[in-house]
Every structure is written in C-alpha cells, then in structure tokens.
C-alpha cells in the first residue's frame, strides 16, 4: 500500500467535541501550516510572542479575531511534529462551546488555508504516520464508543498496544521459523542443514496455531462485552412487554395502554447491566390471526428480532391460560432456533389471580421449547411451577431475579474480565477473521510432511504472517483502511 495514494500532506481542520451549548468546544488543526494558520486567527494576551514562538505541550490565552474583531476568548496549545497524536504540527483552539463560536473558529480556518478533515483522519494520519498501528487506532473509535466500563477496559487494553505485541510476537516466531526452513531449500547440499530438527520445527508451528486458537477462543467469549448483548421481549398481546421495558431502563420509554396491540413497531434502548451493554427491544404482540396490515408488518419485524437475539424473555399472563397467541409466540421463537441462544421464560401480573397453573398446557410449551433452545432457570416437571421467574409489573417483584438470570447467561464473559493481565485476544470481527485465515494456514501447514515439501510448509506460514500482519495494518489495502476509518466521528 502506498501511503502517497490516500494520504496528502495538507493540513485539516475540525471541530473535536459534540456540538451544541457546553462549557467548552474544541477546534483542532493538524499538518504542516497548523502555526501559520493560527497566527493569522489568534492574537495572544501576552502580544509580545508570537506563536511560532511557542514551544511544544505550551498552553497560551488570548483571541480569535477576524478583521480585528475579536470572535472569542479561547486558550490554543501548541504540539509540535513529531510528538503529537498525528506526528504533525497540532494546534488545538480551547473556545466556549456554543455551535455558532465553533463554526466560525472552523469557518476560518478553512478560508486561511485548512482543509476540512475526513471522518476519523487525524487518528488515520497518527496510523499512517507510524504513532500507532491499525488494531489501535480501531480501538479509538471502539473506545469512544464504548457504553460499558468492561467494554473500555478491554478497548484500552488494545489501545494501549497489548493486541499489537501479541500479533507481532506471533509474526516473529513465524518469521524465524520460514528463516529455518528457507535454509533447508536455499542450500540442501550444507551440511549445517543435518542440524535442522524437523520435528521441533513442526512443534513450534503446533504452539503457534494454538496460540491463534486460544486468541479467537477469548475474542468469542469476551464477544457479549465488545458487541453488546441482544434481548428481545417477546409475547403474546398484552401481556407487558412495553411495561417490562420500562421498568428495566427506568424510563417511560414504551406507551403502555390496556388496549391490545398498542406496540405496532420495534422499540429498542441499551442499558448498562453490571458493566453489560445489553440492548433490549420491546417487540409487537403476536395475534395468530391478526388482519392488520400495521399490525402484520410489526408481527414481521418481531421474527427478525427474535432471530437475531442472544436472549430471549418470553412472557406469559399469569391471570390466563395459555390460549393458541401463547403457542404462536413459541412456534415464532422455535422457526429462528440458533445453538447459542438463551431463553427465559417469565410469567408476568403475578399480582393478579392466577390462573396459567390450571392445568400443564405452559409446561408442554416449555418442553417444547427446551428440545431446541437452553432455557434459564434449568427447568423439570418437578419443580418448574416453583422455579419459573415471576415477576410483576406493577409491584417490580422479581426483577432483581430476572437481572441475575441475564448475567447468569454471560457469566463466561464476566470471569474472562476479571484477571488484570489481559489474556490474547482480538476487538473486532475484521480481526478475529484474520486470525481464523492465519489458523487454518497454519493448519494446513501441519497436515504436510515438512522434510518432502519444505517450500510448500513455508508458503503456508507466509500466508499466515500475511493474514496477522492485516491486523497491525502492515499489509492492508486503500479500500480497507477508508472503510474503517469511515466509522470514525470526524474530529478524531
């Protein structure tokens, strides 16, 4: 990749905080006019200096002006090349944070020369500059994002570059084993070559392909943290499911009515549950025969949930017996069937009379159920009618129990959290593709006879270096690196 293709040596400029009232409002300038850009816009307090009179990590009070009118009272810092986040001369502009202060700081940067930076480019410019490699500068914008401390913690990790040296000491320990190889083909008659111990060299490709394995093992259980969780509630009409929103965001979100049907559409909100980004969606009430055309598109959109959650709380209306709009919520359920999904079953208004333990018509729904998907609490004929989680809208009896059950469902990924030395692992899905690629190279590596086909072991293990060096950024093509950055706010 030339960096010459995607990368000019201009100099950009963005407004770095969210706009709208706030105490303070950054605009920062990077490249190679970052001071004569400033000089043009900004006369110090103390005027005996000017600013390329500055030195480095300096911060300075005075005005930015335009036609000597004095637009705000603002503090610049001053970072110059080659120690700043981008490796460029940096200047950072400190103003009140009023929108109409922060566009016309903008404003006039770019009419003295700047250039209005692309989403995420000065990070990309700190990458392509060599400050830091491609898994960190993804952890920037993941750590911006970031709705969990869990989630931070293990963004900061890769930040702080524990990805990239496990990456690069993988790579080298490949690296110096095709060296071995390479002087097996390069010279076959020397006699140093009788000194090669094949099967050493085979148990070092062996502790290198579980090493990778190990890294995608922690990335899949550490999954629910980095990507959040999906919980669909899920019910027949009626039953409380916009109530059970409510109550677990504390925040009237869904309207709640006792008209059936009130829920037409998805309603989705994400929570902070033990450090868990969990993402809930109330979802429309299943009618089995519902001749609403509205009312059909939600029962619609209602499967596409179910199918693509983690968790799934099935509710049921303790004051009826199961009727045939219970049975088409399981059959809705059991059509998505997915290994990895949890459900809970929970009987919701035990604060009315109960009727649902009449007879064992809920019972067969849950065996039913418990053939295909893993059900929370574990469940048997005996003692089910106690273990079933009941909860109450109205009094908000057995949420905390309902709580523990979906932390339960990860308890995995909580554990994987709590040793503060950072196990291997990778942040994001475009990584963890690359170390399945440079697994199965490795692999297939194994399955050769390393003494008959030297060359063909060590075009394997090249491969492999290829694949990891994707992830530090090494080997990564124009049209990958503007796709990750295109996540990025612009600012950053």
């Known amino acids: 990749m ?8 201009d100099t950009i400029v963005a407004i770095s905080t969210p706009l709208g009232p706030a105490g303070l409002g950054i605009v920062r300038l990077s490249g190679p006019d970052s001071l004569k850009i400033a000089e043009k816009i900004f006369v110090p307090k103390n005027k005996s200096k000017k ?19 004095i637009i705000d009272e603002v503090l610049i810092t001053i970072m110059l090349a080659p120690k700043s986040y981008t490796c460029e001369d940096v200047v950072e502009f400190s103003c009140h944070g009023g929108p109409i202060i922060l566009r016309k700081v903008l404003q006039l940067c770019i009419k003295n020369g700047a250039r209005l930076a692309e989403p995420g480019e000065f990070t990309k410019r700190a990458f392509l500059n060599g400050r830091i490699d491609l898994s960190q500068a993804e952890s920037v914008c993941d750590l911006i994002n970031s709705t969990s401390e869990l989630q931070a913690k293990l963004f900061t990790n890769s930040l702080l570059g524990y990805t990239k040296k496990n990456i690069e000491d993988i790579i080298n320990k490949l690296k110096e084993i095709i060296a071995e190889i390479e002087v097996t083909i390069e010279y076959p008659q020397e006699d140093d070559t009788n000194l090669i111990n094949f099967e050493e060299i085979q148990n070092k490709i062996k502790s290198l392909a579980n090493e990778i394995h190990l890294a995608i093992e922690n990335t899949e259980k550490l999954t629910p943290i ?5 919980v669909a509630i ?4 009626n039953v409380g499911k916009s109530s059970l929103l409510n109550i677990l965001l504390n925040n009237p979100r869904a309207i709640v009515s006792e008209i059936p049907g ?3 559409d998805t309603i989705s909100e994400t929570i902070n549950l033990k450090g868990l980004p969990i993402r809930i969606v109330d979802t429309a009430g299943i009618r089995e025969h519902s001749q609403d055309p509205i009312e059909k598109i939600g029962i619609e959109r209602t499967k596409k949930v179910v199918e693509d959650a983690d968790i799934i709380l099935l509710l049921f209306d303790a004051s009826q017996n199961i009727c045939s709009d219970d049975i088409k919520v399981v059959d809705i359920i059991l059509n998505s069937y997915n290994k990895n999904k949890v459900l809970i079953p929970i009987i919701n208004k035990i604060d009315l009379p109960s009727k649902i333990f009449d007879n064992n018509e809920l019972w067969n729904l849950i065996v039913k159920i418990q053939n295909k998907i893993k059900i929370l609490p574990m469940l048997n004929e005996d003692n089910w009618k106690d273990k079933i989680l009941k909860i109450s809208c109205m009094s908000k009896q057995g949420f905390n129990q309902l709580e523990q059950l979906i932390l339960e469902t990860q308890e995995i990924s909580l554990q994987n959290t709590q040793d503060t030395t950072p196990n291997i692992f990778v942040t994001n899905l475009r990584q963890k593709s690359l170390l399945q690629e440079a697994y199965a190279q490795l692999l297939q590596a194994l399955t050769i006879n390393i003494e008959d086909s030297c060359e063909l072991v060590c075009e394997h293990l090249k491969n492999a270096v290829k694949e990891l060096a994707k992830i530090t950024g090494e080997e990564i093509t124009e049209d990958i690196l503007n796709n990750i950055f295109s996540r990025f706010c612009v600012g950053k």
């Open 262 to 264: 009130t829920t037409r």
């Open 226 to 230: 980095l990507n959040g969780i999906n």
């Open 2 to 9: 030339s960096n010459q293709t995607i990368y000019q040596n």
């Open 234 to 237: 899920v019910g027949k009409v």
């Open 51 to 69: 600013i390329s009179e500055f030195k480095t990590f300096t911060t300075h009070l005075g005005y930015i002006v335009e036609d000597n009118n």
